[in-house]
């Protein structure tokens, strides 16, 4: 039984600092690919963040380029997002995702890619 558990969500002012954790059990081996999306309510769910767990590429969106960074700790089969410079369109629900299969790289930021979803976490940037 597949598990994904995120935390680390809350309210900032804009500018502020977050760091998004995803832990994951349940896999056999690790996940082929994880990625971070965010929804906002009415909105389709966003992708933002995705990496390969066996290499070092990753993927960002235009939106969050520069600001957030997504890492691995293949140890402990986490994943984290690390958001810098927060921005009022940043609030939203951000998900974690994985997949046991192959994900081709211009699909990486397909809801349909990821068979596993965690629960979500808010993050809510307000002054």
């Known amino acids: 039984h597949v598990q994904l558990v995120e935390s680390g969500g809350g309210s900032v002012r804009p500018g502020g600092s977050l760091r998004l954790s995803c832990t994951v059990s349940g896999f056999i081996g690790r996940p082929n690919c994880m990625a971070w999306f965010r929804q906002v309510s009415g909105k389709e769910r966003e992708a933002i963040a995705a990496?390969?767990?066996?290499?070092?590429?990753?993927y960002y969106s235009d939106s969050v380029k520069g600001r957030f960074t997504i890492s691995h700790d293949s140890a402990d089969n986490a994943a984290y997002l690390w958001m810098n410079n927060l921005e009022p369109d940043d609030t939203a629900m951000y998900y974690c995702?994985?997949?046991?299969?192959?994900?081709?790289?211009?699909?990486?930021?397909?809801?349909?890619?990821?068979?596993?979803w965690g629960q979500g976490t808010q993050v809510t940037v307000s002054a």
């Open positions: 990496f390969y767990t066996a290499g070092s590429d990753t």
């Open positions: 995702a994985a997949s046991n299969l192959v994900v081709q790289s211009p699909n990486v930021f397909r809801v349909p890619s990821f068979r596993f």
